[in-house]
């Protein structure tokens, strides 16, 4: 068992309010069950992961959300806790400290559905007193922040959030803290319509988020359905 906290930050795949970059290309419930797919599977990895503590901090309205019921079923394995503060940035900020309080914590999104328990798992029994752990997402963000004392989220309030340098200022932000920042694997993040199907090609057996990308009426780039 790992002694830390593993933490997920979700949105509620409500249509409308998830994915809506997906939304050029298909339907706001298309674009919210994509969504939903990928809290899934993402929670379903996160359940396997030997943490101490798992905990879901959440935004919007479940009751709404696409696959409600599924989600709610998934969630009660976590402690779920309400997002607070304005911006990404703040919001994460409060998450790792309403989480973990002081103590070592793995933060997770939901748009990495690929992600796998044996990766969480090394990522927590890596943080040593003193380091950070940041996993590189390909579009120059970041997918995973692992950190042995919580409070190092600080660092973020000096991050510019979904731009292609968020990485690069992330790192250099916890490294101006003082923390020893090491690497996890770069994942592929599932923000663009091109994302989808070279993620769903990688994702687990059984994976919710490959079903649902194979059954969207969406023509890829050869004229087959993603």
């Known amino acids: 068992m790992i002694d830390a906290t593993l933490l997920v930050i979700a949105k509620a795949p409500v249509p409308g309010f998830a ?9 706001a419930e298309d674009a919210a069950s994509v969504a939903a797919a990928a809290l899934l599977d993402t929670l379903a990895a996160a359940r396997r992961a030997p943490f ?39 919001r994460l900020i409060h998450a790792h400290h309403d989480a973990a309080g002081s103590g070592p914590v793995v933060q997770i999104g939901m748009d990495t559905p690929q992600v796998d328990p044996a990766m969480l798992t090394d990522i927590g029994e890596a943080l040593a007193p003193s380091s950070a752990i940041l ?38 932000a916890l490294q101006c803290r003082g923390l020893v920042v090491g690497a996890a694997p770069t994942l592929r993040d599932a923000d663009e319509l091109v994302d989808l199907a070279p993620i769903a090609r990688v994702c687990r057996p059984n994976s919710e988020f490959a079903r649902c990308v194979a059954a969207l009426p969406i023509p890829g780039p050869t004229g087959e359905t993603l």
């Open 19 to 27: 994915k809506t970059r997906l939304m050029a290309a298909m339907t």
């Open 52 to 90: 101490a503590r798992r905990v879901v901090a959440m935004t919007g309205d479940l009751a709404e959300a696409m696959r409600s019921g599924e989600i709610r079923k998934s969630l009660a394995y976590f402690d779920v806790i309400d997002q607070r503060g304005d911006g990404f940035a703040e």
């Open 135 to 172: 996993g590189r997402a390909e579009d120059g963000g970041w997918w995973v922040l692992g950190l042995h004392d919580a409070s190092g989220a600080q660092a973020l309030r000096a991050v510019e959030m979904s731009t292609d340098r968020t990485g690069d200022d992330t790192r250099d």
